[in-house]
């Protein structure tokens, strides 16, 4: 049995009975009889993946997506500019969301954790992992700029995405580029004042 493709079959079925109105706990026992899995899978999915209820679901989800996303990658990422691997990244996780999961459960699952801190943390995780994929190594203010700004892109685009039926995403791709091209002109922008500034002071 295929470890990873269970995960999906479990997380498919937890939402799909949390999206009825079961708590999470009943969904959990609901998707145990429905999966018809042993007593020492149950155990390990109650002990180990899930055991802090809704943000370990959250997790295990954002978990299994990461791994197809790092896999997905084309053999010339590499030679992508910057710009293009975060492109490249965040809409291939909205299109494993779309082939393995149902969108607007997911939207539910996130609105069910109940926290803005508890949100906000879920998204910079995301926004981690995928400059991490991309190979920035900043460990500066940097680190944590790239990933604030990449958080407010990362929603915008998944709330347009929410409602794009477009063939292959093309709007929310349109979406995409033109949030990446504003953060790249202020980024010059930026860069020019700065070196205004500097050049005054000396």
């Known amino acids: 049995m295929n470890y990873k493709l269970d995960l ?11 999206n009825r109105g079961l708590d999470f706990e009943k969904s959990l026992d609901m998707t145990f009889k429905d999966l018809k899995l042993s007593q020492k899978q149950i155990k390990i999915i109650k002990e180990e993946v899930l ?10 989800l954002s978990n ?13 990422f590499i030679n992508f500019r910057v710009n293009e691997k975060i492109k490249f990244l965040v809409l291939q996780r909205l299109k494993i969301i ?3 999961f149902e969108k607007k459960q997911i939207f ?6 109940k926290s803005f801190t508890k949100i ?22 940097n680190y944590y700029s790239k990933r604030f700004i990449l958080m407010n892109i990362y929603v915008s685009t998944f709330l347009y995405f929410l409602k794009d039926s477009s063939e ?5 791709e349109n979406l ?14 930026k860069s020019k004042i700065m070196n205004i500034f500097y050049s005054n002071k000396m």
């Open 8 to 18: 999906i079959k479990i997380i498919n079925t937890i939402l799909n009975f949390l």
């Open 51 to 60: 055991d802090n209820g809704i943000e370990s679901l959250v997790v295990l």
């Open 64 to 76: 299994v997506i990461n791994e197809k996303m790092t896999k997905k990658k084309p053999k010339t």
């Open 98 to 100: 779309d082939k393995y």
């Open 108 to 113: 539910k699952l996130v609105l069910k954790l």
């Open 120 to 141: 906000n943390k879920m998204l910079f995780s995301i926004s981690d992992e995928i400059w991490f994929v991309s190979g920035d190594a900043s460990t500066d203010f």
């Open 168 to 172: 292959d995403f093309s709007k929310t």
């Open 176 to 189: 995409l580029d033109k949030q990446i091209k504003a953060v790249l002109q202020f980024g010059k922008l």
